[in-house]
């Protein structure tokens, strides 16, 4: 189709064969921009930058350039179309330098949010020499004569200019609503589809939740009768369930494992949403084992049996703004397929949600704004790491004072968190279940065990746990994981009651073998289950023994959760040994030596207090954090990430996507893995969905696909496996792992054998 005179193009035809129209684009991104910041007071800043972000398009070398590639089919020069809008509004903040740094959202906004130092030298630059801007808007405004007012667009009234972290978080929302409306208005030009059904309101779905946890109540007590631990959960339940009426603002939901808080913290935040007008839920949990646990609990309790799904699992860690090893870029679809949380009802990991908040690409920020107006519930929250603390805090603070969340903060070992800097002043929080404590003393089902010398050692534990049958044992990695499920299988190839759980095992594998594990305890036949510390969080076990390598306090009692979970043996009967071995592993990260040494005080052989003591866990995070957290929120001497929250204040956006990077360098790198055991109807549909990653336009829905085949592994491993032909690039920072994967352990680590 050729293009009339006088008219910009923004795209080129889609399927049908009709360009995609300057003004179209720009009006529609504009559009979809300003309603999505509408909810925090920044839609005018929104809309403004969304119909701008494309200037560059409208020079004459731009356009002839595209139109050359599709008449030819050859790739044409095209200069790059991000300066022109930048350089407009940088122009146009006049006395307003706050507006000067958003001019990063164009410039950023196929590439990634730069450093403010950088922007600022390349603004002047572009300011100096202006005839690239001058002919694009001078072109622009003969289809869009709204391109000649200069006026500045107007920043919500709630911001503070001298707040850096305010400026700053108001950075990424804007530069999210304004990527999303750009990919949704681009998407919609090239893959159009039928219109979305209007998603169903928070009402509508806590009524669901409340009559379909109701019928699940009933079918339990009819097939395994009602326990006094059901009588328990179901008046924290409702508890709940009032509290939901509170303004909006953080919540605490402190209950003892095993008191159903997947269950009780769904229900508070759909019924909190549904009074207080609230967009949607957001579950954001340490692992992806759990979300694939909560995940499933949720959809049989929201999705309908007909139609869309209302839950959307998210816990997808490939960059799809990464370069593809085999081009020099992204692929083409790649700012078309990353996930933006357009969903009711999201589950996701604490990774994802941290990389939401604090990453730089296009792919990570453009679900942000969708957290805005919405209950945002951080399951396992002690499992925050430290490091880290201080820019989390203050970024959740943000999202609460200023874009219309309410935070919930769900755990049985409730950190104190309002003792560190960003919370110590003027952010109050609400318990949900008002007075806890009697819950725990109600709820101590286990007996701690503590065991030290040069005896205790990893083959010790083994032998003294298979003595028992059925017993769980927790150690601090995989390496130990491995040691201790060859010690029980003694040479042999397998024991089907011997198992082993780690994230070396892809989300299809994990979930086996907790299936299995479930069936055997249940059956009461012999279980051995070796774990790495994923286990501590979610995870619906019942052990009758349990052994945890020595950690953190928190981590001990988690582990402890997962014996007599339902309360049918006698405290004295169930024990559970902290152990400390001679050759295990040990946690090496500061906060676990802060944390280990406030622990020593409180916890142990001949101490007080047990990991389920409440006020010696308060008296323990206090004196943990006071260890390493600085004086002030920028202080350059703390531990608890300071100097993150400084580089925030400087608008350093790459600099604190790199630091803020949750996951330790041990387990960095996810990598598909289509099992050898395996079914072929599973390994066809899997091996379906690589190939569309590598030759097709892929869709969140693609890589959802493949998340029953994801496992990690350290970067280290990948690179090396990469060279001997054990993995291959798949596209972006996605790989496919074709090296050895054993039945019953996963990618095993090098070091070991077989």
């Given at each position: 189709?050729?293009?009339?005179?006088?008219r910009?193009?923004?795209?080129?035809?889609?399927?049908?064969?009709?360009?995609?129209?300057?003004?179209?684009?720009?009006?529609?991104?504009?559009?979809?921009?300003?309603?999505?910041?509408?909810?925090?007071g920044?839609?005018?800043?929104?809309?403004?930058?969304?119909?701008?972000h494309?200037?560059?398009?409208?020079?004459?070398?731009?356009?002839?350039?595209?139109?050359?590639?599709?008449?030819?089919?050859?790739?044409?020069?095209r200069?790059?179309?991000?300066?022109?809008?930048?350089?407009?509004?940088?122009?146009?903040?006049?006395?307003?330098?706050?507006?000067?740094?958003?001019?990063?959202?164009?410039?950023?906004?196929?590439?990634?949010?730069?450093?403010?130092?950088?922007?600022?030298?390349?603004?002047?630059?572009?300011?100096?020499?202006?005839a690239?801007?001058?002919?694009?808007?001078?072109?622009?405004a003969?289809?869009?004569?709204?391109?000649?007012?200069?006026?500045?667009p107007?920043?919500?009234?709630?911001?503070?200019?001298?707040?850096?972290?305010?400026?700053?978080?108001?950075?990424?929302?804007?530069?999210?609503?304004?990527?999303?409306?750009?990919?949704?208005?681009?998407?919609?030009?090239?893959?159009?589809?039928?219109?979305?059904?209007?998603d169903?309101?928070?009402?509508?779905?806590?009524?669901?939740?409340?009559?379909?946890?109701?019928?699940?109540?009933?079918?339990?007590?009819?097939?395994?009768?009602?326990?006094?631990l059901?009588?328990?959960?179901?008046?924290?339940?409702?508890?709940?369930?009032e509290?939901?009426?509170?303004?909006?603002?953080?919540?605490?939901?402190?209950?003892?494992?095993?008191?159903?808080?997947?269950?009780?913290?769904?229900?508070?935040?759909?019924?909190?949403?549904?009074?207080?007008?609230?967009?949607?839920?957001?579950?954001?949990?340490?692992?992806?084992?759990?979300?694939?646990?909560?995940?499933?609990?949720?959809?049989?309790?929201?999705?309908?049996?007909?139609?869309?799904?209302?839950?959307?699992?998210?816990?997808?860690?490939?960059?799809?703004?990464?370069?593809?090893?085999r081009?020099?870029?992204?692929?083409?679809?790649?700012?078309?397929?990353?996930?933006?949380?357009d969903?009711?009802?999201?589950?996701?990991?604490?990774?994802?949600?941290?990389?939401?908040?604090?990453?730089?690409?296009?792919?990570?920020?453009?679900?942000?704004?969708?957290?805005?107006?919405?209950?945002?519930?951080?399951?396992?929250?002690?499992?925050?790491?430290?490091?880290?603390?201080?820019p989390?805090l203050s970024?959740?603070?943000?999202?609460?004072?200023?874009?219309?969340?309410?935070?919930?903060?769900?755990?049985?070992?409730?950190?104190?968190?309002?003792?560190l800097?960003?919370?110590?002043?003027?952010?109050?929080?609400?318990?949900?279940?008002?007075?806890?404590?009697?819950?725990?003393?109600?709820?101590?089902?286990?007996?701690?065990?503590?065991?030290?010398?040069?005896?205790?050692?990893?083959?010790?534990?083994?032998?003294?746990?298979?003595?028992?049958?059925?017993?769980l044992?927790?150690?601090?990695?995989?390496?130990?994981?491995?040691?201790?499920?060859?010690?029980?299988?003694?040479?042999?190839?397998?024991?089907?009651?011997?198992?082993?759980?780690?994230?070396?095992?892809?989300g299809?594998?994990?979930?086996?073998?907790i299936?299995?594990?479930?069936?055997?305890?249940?059956?009461?036949?012999?279980?051995?289950?070796?774990?790495?510390s994923?286990?501590?969080?979610?995870?619906?076990?019942?052990?009758?023994?349990?052994?945890?390598?020595?950690?953190?306090?928190?981590?001990?009692?988690?582990?402890?959760?997962?014996?007599?979970?339902?309360?049918?043996?006698?405290?004295?009967?169930?024990?559970?040994?902290?152990?400390e071995?001679?050759?295990?592993?040990?946690?090496?990260?500061?906060?676990?030596?802060?944390?280990?040494?406030?622990?020593?005080?409180?916890?142990g052989?001949?101490?007080?207090?047990?990991?389920?003591?409440?006020?010696?866990?308060r008296?323990?995070?206090?004196?943990?954090?006071?260890?390493?957290?600085?004086?002030?929120?920028?202080?350059?001497?703390?531990?608890?990430?300071?100097?993150?929250?400084?580089?925030?204040?400087?608008?350093d956006?790459?600099?604190?996507?790199?630091?803020?990077?949750?996951?330790?360098?041990?387990?960095?790198?996810?990598?598909?893995?289509?099992?050898?055991?395996?079914a072929?109807?599973?390994?066809?549909?899997?091996?379906?969905?690589?190939?569309?990653?590598?030759?097709?336009?892929?869709?969140?829905?693609?890589?959802?696909?493949?998340?029953?085949?994801?496992?990690?592994?350290?970067?280290?491993?990948?690179?090396?496996?990469?060279?001997?032909?054990?993995?291959?690039?798949?596209?972006?920072?996605?790989?496919?792992?074709?090296?050895?994967?054993?039945?019953?352990?996963?990618?095993?680590?090098?070091?070991?054998?077989?």
């Amino acid at each position: 189709m050729p293009v009339p005179p006088g008219r910009l193009v923004a795209h080129s035809p889609g399927h049908r064969g009709t360009w995609h129209w300057y003004e179209d684009h720009a009006r529609g991104t504009a559009e979809r921009a300003r309603e999505f910041a509408r909810i925090w007071g920044g839609g005018e800043l929104a809309c403004r930058l969304g119909r701008d972000h494309d200037l560059g398009k409208c020079t004459c070398v731009w356009q002839d350039g595209l139109i050359e590639e599709n008449v030819s089919g050859t790739k044409a020069y095209r200069p790059p179309h991000k300066d022109a809008g930048a350089a407009l509004l940088a122009r146009i903040a006049g006395d307003q330098p706050v507006l000067t740094p958003f001019a990063g959202v164009i410039e950023g906004h196929h590439t990634g949010l730069s450093a403010w130092a950088d922007l600022r030298v390349r603004l002047k630059a572009l300011m100096a020499d202006p005839a690239e801007v001058d002919e694009a808007v001078s072109r622009a405004a003969r289809v869009m004569p709204e391109m000649l007012d200069r006026t500045a667009p107007a920043l919500p009234a709630w911001l503070d200019p001298r707040d850096a972290a305010s400026v700053e978080m108001l950075v990424r929302m804007t530069f999210s609503a304004v990527v999303d409306a750009d990919r949704l208005d681009t998407a919609a030009h090239f893959r159009p589809t039928a219109p979305r059904g209007a998603d169903p309101s928070m009402a509508e779905l806590s009524e669901r939740y409340e009559t379909r946890r109701r019928d699940s109540l009933a079918k339990r007590r009819r097939d395994r009768g009602e326990s006094w631990l059901d009588a328990l959960r179901e008046k924290a339940y409702q508890e709940a369930i009032e509290s939901a009426a509170g303004a909006q603002g953080v919540y605490r939901l402190h209950l003892p494992t095993g008191m159903g808080k997947t269950f009780t913290g769904g229900g508070f935040a759909l019924r909190h949403a549904a009074l207080r007008g609230l967009r949607r839920v957001i579950v954001a949990v340490p692992y992806i084992s759990i979300t694939d646990q909560n995940a499933k609990v949720y959809r049989d309790l929201l999705d309908p049996e007909h139609g869309a799904p209302v839950v959307l699992e998210h816990h997808s860690a490939v960059d799809f703004d990464a370069t593809d090893r085999r081009h020099s870029g992204p692929k083409p679809w790649a700012k078309l397929a990353a996930e933006n949380w357009d969903a009711p009802f999201i589950v996701t990991t604490t990774v994802r949600l941290i990389e939401t908040m604090f990453g730089n690409s296009p792919s990570a920020v453009r679900r942000l704004h969708r957290v805005a107006g919405s209950v945002l519930v951080l399951d396992e929250v002690q499992s925050l790491p430290d490091d880290l603390l201080t820019p989390i805090l203050s970024g959740l603070r943000e999202l609460v004072q200023h874009y219309g969340v309410t935070l919930v903060l769900s755990s049985a070992t409730q950190p104190e968190l309002a003792a560190l800097n960003p919370w110590r002043n003027g952010l109050p929080q609400r318990d949900i279940v008002a007075d806890p404590a009697p819950l725990f003393e109600k709820l101590r089902r286990v007996t701690y065990d503590w065991r030290t010398g040069p005896d205790v050692t990893l083959g010790s534990i083994a032998a003294e746990a298979a003595a028992h049958g059925r017993a769980l044992v927790v150690v601090n990695g995989t390496k130990d994981a491995v040691a201790v499920h060859r010690a029980w299988l003694g040479g042999e190839e397998e024991d089907p009651g011997v198992l082993h759980l780690s994230t070396r095992m892809t989300g299809g594998h994990r979930k086996e073998v907790i299936g299995t594990t479930k069936e055997r305890l249940a059956s009461g036949l012999p279980t051995l289950l070796v774990s790495t510390s994923l286990i501590e969080a979610g995870v619906d076990l019942d052990f009758p023994r349990g052994f945890r390598a020595r950690s953190l306090p928190e981590s001990e009692q988690q582990a402890a959760g997962r014996v007599n979970r339902e309360g049918n043996a006698a405290a004295e009967d169930s024990l559970m040994t902290v152990f400390e071995p001679t050759d295990g592993l040990r946690p090496h990260a500061i906060h676990n030596r802060c944390g280990i040494a406030a622990a020593s005080r409180r916890f142990g052989d001949g101490r007080l207090a047990d990991p389920d003591d409440l006020d010696a866990l308060r008296s323990y995070y206090r004196h943990r954090y006071r260890l390493q957290a600085g004086s002030s929120a920028t202080d350059p001497d703390g531990a608890t990430g300071e100097v993150i929250e400084a580089l925030r204040e400087k608008l350093d956006f790459p600099e604190v996507a790199r630091r803020m990077r949750m996951i330790d360098n041990e387990y960095s790198v996810a990598v598909v893995v289509i099992r050898p055991h395996l079914a072929e109807n599973d390994r066809r549909t899997a091996r379906e969905a690589v190939e569309v990653f590598r030759t097709g336009v892929p869709t969140p829905d693609t890589f959802r696909a493949l998340g029953d085949h994801m496992a990690s592994i350290p970067r280290k491993e990948l690179e090396a496996a990469l060279l001997t032909g054990h993995a291959r690039g798949i596209a972006g920072d996605l790989y496919e792992w074709t090296g050895p994967y054993h039945p019953q352990r996963g990618i095993e680590p090098p070091s070991q054998d077989g």
